[in-house]
């Protein structure tokens, strides 16, 4: 079976690409695919997460174990699409270059049959130019603490100057 995906950058501006993979593609098969949609070099740490219908992210699936002692994650290697994305679960978020945090969310649109003779993935539809710049993230919560002022008085911030 062939998915269609889109792929949707979280950006206010629309910018996507329409892509077709085997469902027998693994995730970093994918990976791979996005990244030369969108024009990345592919040399970035990525991480693909499950979602819910609200797109709140829930277990990470790395490119990478980068975690010190080993660990029990799932890597993109190890897990083909259409384990991980269904038609239950059409939804999935997508980072690449966790210093930028290029964000993505990714959908399923369409399950069908595998063309003869078409070669896969295919770029169905591309819309939009990626910006110099991944777009500015902006979080729920301000900090309380402004970073930019300077500290004049440190008995205030409970600290304790003998702690060694």
């Known amino acids: 079976m062939i998915y269609k995906i889109r ?15 085997e469902d027998q593609s693994t995730l970093e098969d994918f990976h791979n695919s996005i990244t030369q949609a969108f024009g990345f070099l592919g040399n970035e740490v990525a991480s693909f997460y499950t979602c819910d219908e609200e797109w709140n992210q829930d277990e990470e699936i790395p490119l990478f174990d980068t975690s010190e002692n080993g660990s029990n994650v799932r890597l993109m290697n ?20 966790f210093l930028n945090m290029w964000t993505f ?14 070669p896969y993935p295919n770029i169905l539809f591309s819309f939009g130019e990626l910006p110099d710049s991944p777009p500015e993230k902006k979080f729920e919560s301000e900090p309380s603490f402004d970073f930019d002022e300077p500290l004049e008085n ?11």
């Open 7 to 21: 792929i949707i950058l979280d950006t206010p501006e629309d910018i996507f690409r329409d892509l077709e993979i």
């Open 154 to 164: 440190y008995d205030d911030m409970d600290f304790d100057e003998n702690w060694n």
């Open 105 to 118: 969310f990714v959908e399923l649109a369409d399950v069908v049959e595998k063309e003869d003779g078409r």
């Open 78 to 97: 190890e897990i083909l699409l259409e384990d991980i994305l269904t038609e239950k679960t059409p939804r999935l978020i997508y980072v690449y270059d």
